[in-house]
C-alpha cells in the first residue's frame, strides 16, 4: 500500500496521506479482534475465516475505490 501511495501522489500531499497510513491499521487491531470475539460466541470458529475474508474485501474494494479517485485528481 505505501508503494501504491508513493508511485500515484504527488509529492507535495505524500507527506500527509502517508502518516495517516496507520489509521486503517490500528483500527483493525481494534475491529478485527471485537468482531472475531462477537462471531466465535454467537456461531463456529470457522466462521471468524469467513467473516474476515469478507471485512478483507470490503477494505480492497474501498482501496480500489480511493486510488482511483486518486488518480483522477492526479491527472487534473
Known amino acids: 500500500m505505501i508503494a501504491i501511495i508513493s508511485l ?3 509529492a507535495e500531499k505524500r507527506g500527509s496521506i502517508l502518516s495517516m497510513i496507520y489509521l486503517p491499521m490500528n483500527l483493525a487491531f481494534v ?3 471485537f468482531t472475531a470475539s462477537i462471531v466465535a460466541r454467537n456461531l463456529e470458529v470457522r466462521d ?3 467473516v ?3 471485512w478483507s474485501f470490503i477494505a480492497l474494494m474501498i482501496f480500489a475505490a480511493n486510488v ?3 488518480r483522477e485528481k492526479v491527472a487534473a
Open 31 to 33: 475491529v478485527g479482534p
Open 68 to 70: 482511483g479517485r486518486t
Open 8 to 10: 500515484n501522489i504527488p
Open 52 to 54: 474476515s475474508a469478507a
Open 48 to 50: 471468524v475465516f469467513l
